[in-house]
């Protein structure tokens, strides 16, 4: 494994050198600490909204929380942090949540560590990148694993009359299938930045 992300930082050092564009600077401490910050909000505020709707009407009100509350709650912690928080996967339930090339790789990444055996409290992707508009963003991304309360509307076992409900959202749903402990899906937290 060594030789290979040397020989992939060596053939990135070499076009760096190449290259007639400045090398971008690396994410400060404080755009990381305030991402994770802004993704554990949004992750306590889901989760304690996701156990009550389950609490009070079982998978069905589960699923309205994902629903209405998810896009709402990730637009609060948003405006309050300062930075865009949102959740992302490979396999999608919501088709807004695609990915983009960046994240795409990041969980491509966050897979391949996990299959090796890393632990995903040590996972995390920050990078400061050039937007196609010419600016530069700080992005960050931390892994989300299937958890057991999850499994009910995201396993291996999805109720059939559940399947049907959420099908009737989610058409195009591809977010069934999962074990726990695999990778469900990615905090994403991007913010515009100023270059010196």
Not at 130 to 140: D, I, L, M, V
Request: hydrophobic share 40%; with cysteine.
């Amino acid at each position: 494994m060594w030789q290979r992300c040397i020989g992939i930082l060596l053939v990135g050092g070499l076009l760096a050198a190449c290259s007639t564009e400045p090398r971008m600077p690396e994410p400060s401490f404080d755009d990381i600490d305030a991402a994770g910050k802004a993704a554990r909000e949004m992750q306590a505020a889901l989760k304690d909204e996701l156990m009550a709707a389950m609490q009070a009407g079982g998978p069905e009100a589960a699923i309205a929380v994902c629903s209405e509350r998810a896009p709402a709650i990730a637009r609060q912690v948003s405006d309050q942090s300062g930075y865009e928080v949102s959740r992302t996967a490979l396999r999608t339930r919501n088709d807004a949540n695609a990915p983009d090339a960046w994240e795409a790789e990041g969980l491509e990444i966050f897979e391949a560590a996990l299959a090796s055996g890393a632990s995903p409290s040590v996972m995390e992707r920050s990078e400061i990148v050039r937007t196609e508009e010419g600016g530069a963003e700080f992005r960050w991304m931390k892994p989300i694993l299937m958890d057991e309360p999850c499994t009910v509307c995201h396993g291996t076992q999805v109720n059939e009359g559940l399947q049907a409900s959420i099908a009737s959202l989610y058409p195009d749903d591809e977010a069934t299938g999962f074990e726990v402990g695999q990778l469900r899906g990615a905090f994403s937290v991007r913010k515009v930045v100023e270059l010196e």
